[in-house]
């Protein structure tokens, strides 16, 4: 499983990641970063090129995953903004506090094992006038479907990096410290137990 998760597992993460409708999702995000960015979960680098040139000054991108962070393109990747990555985890992230004017996370916040203690340490590095963006996949609101994403993610779980089919992804937000100030959320794919998707933006109470 080392190999696995080492090798291939990246590259899966990549291409799922990439899809077409979660591309979709991303252009409608992305692009209301501002200022100095912290992107949680950068993996690959698919959002970098979604991100407003005239808007972004800097994007600090942190991962668990060093196979992922070496797939993004390097210094000859034309860019108007800096990029600055760091190998590590979103429940400890090596800024000073209220450092960032934007945070970004998306597809990311399914996988963090201690998603309460990241959220802190969001709040933590994020300015008083900042602003979570997010974009996420998690719980559905139909039962019968929730009643799937329960059973299937601990089977789930060891072979997608740990990442969560059934979370909350709003709740999480609310109750730990910010305020969403805009959501849109519903099915984007017709696999219903992956497909119920959380996109917005939050700022801290």
Known sequence: MRLYHRFILPR???RVCAHKDITGQREKIIPLAEGRVLEIGIGSGLNLPFYDSQSVTCVWGIDPSQTLMDMIPGPRARRPFSVCLM???GEQIPLESH????IVVT???CSIPNI???LAEMRRVLKPSGRLLFCEHGRAPDIAITRWQDRLTPLWK???GGCHLNRPIAALITDNGFSIRRLDAGYVSPIRITGFHYRGTAKTR
């Not at 450092?99 to 934007?102: C, G, I, R, V």
Request: aromatic share 6%; hydrophobic share 35%.
């Open 12 to 14: 899966l993460m990549h």
């Open 87 to 89: 190998a590590g985890s």
């Open 99 to 102: 450092s960032a004017d934007t």
């Open 107 to 109: 597809y990311t916040m």
């Open 116 to 118: 309460r203690q990241a």
């Open 158 to 160: 060891p072979v997608s």
